[in-house]
């Protein structure tokens, strides 16, 4: 496996082009499946996890073409058969095929799904879904086989608000008959733009985007064209990165409503950004202060920009406290980053207190899981020295073309 090599303390400017969002088109590709037409998806980001449910599309047969950012998904042929354990864990997304297939076969059977090691993600609201609707669950093993004479619409009332158990409600409640409406549904965006496309189909999707979705189940869906939008958390990720480094660093293709909850706390601690329509331009600045996060759905802090942000606390002046609240193991990439020098304290792998200011000197450092990979890419790029990551393949799930865009902004960083 390949390793990130990085050289540190280089200044950034120029433009960052943001990409498609990964959190959206993981489930746009499933959610395809459910049109007996072709179907064009554009602005699809270069990332593995976009390779391994191309591998699961063709498995059942469906046809695929992927040119310059485009995909053109065939499933007029498409054949429902077990998915291999193998492909269902490579990434937790895995799991919106099960719905998808659900919805228009009454028939499914496939293993748990796989993704990083954060802490428990069980999938009892994406089953819950499944019963309400009036599917049969049978669980043996990490092995699901769910069935159903009929799929009826009913009121799925989800125990908090999760972003896989709303989508996959979504694309099951698509084809089901009569109205099924999801209350306390998640409200990311990634959400509204998988509604989106639905609708673009001929889905009867309403409320998207607020606590309360409403689905009117249709017996057919038509081919359409659909844009993925800006990746926020790639962009997030760039603006930490600016808010470090940057020298007039431009991020371009974003969507700045969508991480206001992060640039508002960046602005809290003296960052210099300027927003405008759909780019955010950075100048790093000399002093920052403590600020203190905790990590809420959808619009709060994202958690996915938790770990990105644990090395720029590092350069806050004062002690800043960490909560996250959604996952309980998403502090793994601690244990490597006070190895690099920082001062970091995790009690009940809850809450992190930072202590600022502490320089980071390079070290050889693993990848724990995405945004764990993405942080450990940061302290690397603003230590002195040299850093190398292993374990890359985690962060390549998630960021399209990452040490190349980095490197036309002046980043000395290279994949070996």
Same mark, same amino acid.
């Given at each position: 496996?390949?390793?990130?090599?990085?050289?540190?303390?280089?200044?950034?400017?120029?433009?960052?082009?943001?990409?498609?969002?990964?959190?959206?088109?993981?489930?746009?590709?499933?959610?395809?499946?459910?049109?007996?037409?072709?179907?064009?998806?554009?602005?699809?980001?270069?990332?593995?996890?976009?390779?391994?449910?191309?591998?699961?599309?063709?498995?059942?047969?469906?046809?695929?073409?992927?040119?310059?950012?485009?995909?053109?998904?065939?499933?007029?042929?498409? &054949?429902?058969?077990?998915?291999?354990?193998?492909?269902?864990?490579?990434?937790?997304?895995?799991?919106?095929?099960?719905?998808?297939?659900?919805?228009?076969?009454?028939?499914?059977?496939?293993?748990?799904?796989?993704?990083?090691?954060?802490?428990?993600?069980?999938?009892?609201?994406?089953?819950?879904?499944?019963?309400?609707?009036?599917?049969?669950?049978?669980?043996?093993?990490?092995?699901?086989?769910?069935?159903?004479?009929?799929?009826?619409?009913?009121?799925?009332?989800?125990?908090?608000?999760?972003?896989?158990?709303?989508?996959?409600?979504?694309?099951?409640?698509?084809?089901?008959?009569?109205?099924?409406?999801?209350?306390?549904?998640?409200?990311?965006?990634?959400?509204?733009?998988?509604?989106?496309?639905?609708?673009?189909?001929?889905?009867?999707?309403?409320?998207?985007?607020?606590?309360?979705?409403?689905?009117?189940?249709?017996?057919?869906?038509?081919?359409?064209?659909?844009?993925?939008?800006?990746?926020?958390?790639?962009?997030?990720?760039?603006?930490?990165?600016?808010?470090?480094?940057?020298?007039?660093?431009?991020?371009?293709? &974003?969507?700045?409503?969508?991480?206001?909850?992060?640039?508002?706390?960046?602005?809290?601690?003296?960052?210099?950004?300027?927003?405008?329509?759909?780019?955010?331009?950075?100048?790093?600045?000399?002093?920052?202060?403590?600020?203190?996060?905790?990590?809420?759905?959808?619009?709060?802090?994202?958690?996915?920009?938790?770990?990105?942000?644990?090395?720029?606390?590092?350069?806050?002046?004062?002690?800043?406290?960490?909560?996250?609240?959604?996952?309980?193991?998403?502090?793994?990439?601690?244990?490597?980053?006070?190895?690099?020098?920082?001062?970091?304290?995790?009690?009940?792998?809850?809450?992190?207190?930072?202590?600022?200011?502490?320089?980071?000197?390079?070290?050889?450092?693993?990848?724990?899981?995405?945004?764990?990979?993405?942080?450990?890419?940061?302290?690397?790029?603003?230590?002195?020295?040299?850093?190398?990551?292993?374990?890359?393949?985690?962060?390549?799930?998630?960021?399209?073309?990452?040490?190349?865009?980095?490197?036309?902004?002046?980043?000395?960083?290279?994949?070996?």
């Amino acid at each position: 496996m390949s390793k990130i090599k990085i050289e540190g303390g280089y200044n950034l400017s120029g433009t960052i082009e943001i990409s498609g969002s990964k959190n959206s088109v993981v489930a746009l590709i499933p959610a395809a499946i459910l049109c007996d037409e072709a179907v064009e998806i554009s602005n699809v980001p270069n990332i593995s996890d976009v390779d391994s449910l191309e591998e699961i599309l063709l498995h059942l047969n469906a046809g695929i073409k992927r040119k310059e950012g485009t995909v053109i998904i065939d499933s007029s042929k498409i &054949v429902n058969k077990e998915i291999p354990e193998e492909m269902s864990r490579k990434l937790r997304a895995s799991y919106y095929f099960m719905s998808s297939l659900l919805g228009k076969y009454k028939h499914v059977e496939m293993y748990f799904p796989g993704g990083c090691s954060i802490g428990e993600r069980p999938i009892d609201q994406t089953l819950k879904a499944y019963r309400s609707l009036g599917a049969t669950v049978i669980e043996e093993e990490n092995r699901y086989t769910i069935t159903a004479d009929e799929l009826i619409g009913n009121k799925i009332y989800l125990d908090m608000p999760s972003v896989g158990a709303t989508i996959n409600a979504i694309l099951v409640a698509t084809k089901a008959k009569g109205i099924t409406t999801i209350e306390n549904a998640a409200k990311e965006p990634e959400i509204v733009n998988v509604a989106t496309f639905l609708n673009n189909m001929g889905a009867m999707i309403r409320g998207a985007g607020t606590e309360t979705i409403t689905i009117e189940g249709v017996e057919y869906l038509h081919k359409a064209f659909h844009e993925v939008i800006p990746d926020r958390i790639e962009a997030g990720t760039y603006v930490i990165i600016g808010a470090l480094l940057g020298d007039n660093l431009t991020i371009k293709k &974003v969507i700045p409503s969508h991480i206001e909850s992060l640039t508002s706390k960046l602005i809290e601690a003296g960052v210099d950004i300027k927003i405008k329509e759909d780019e955010i331009l950075i100048n790093a600045k000399d002093k920052y202060k403590a600020v203190n996060i905790k990590t809420q759905p959808y619009p709060g802090f994202p958690t996915d920009l938790q770990q990105p942000m644990i090395p720029f606390l590092t350069k806050c002046h004062g002690t800043s406290t960490v909560e996250e609240t959604i996952y309980e193991n998403r502090f793994q990439n601690i244990y490597d980053t006070n190895r690099m020098g920082a001062n970091i304290i995790v009690k009940n792998n809850k809450i992190a207190k930072i202590k600022g200011v502490t320089p980071l000197h390079g070290k050889d450092v693993t990848a724990t899981d995405l945004r764990g990979g993405a942080s450990m890419l940061i302290c690397g790029l603003i230590a002195d020295g040299t850093t190398q990551i292993e374990n890359i393949n985690y962060i390549l799930r998630g960021y399209d073309n990452i040490c190349e865009k980095l490197s036309k902004v002046g980043a000395k960083i290279e994949l070996i």
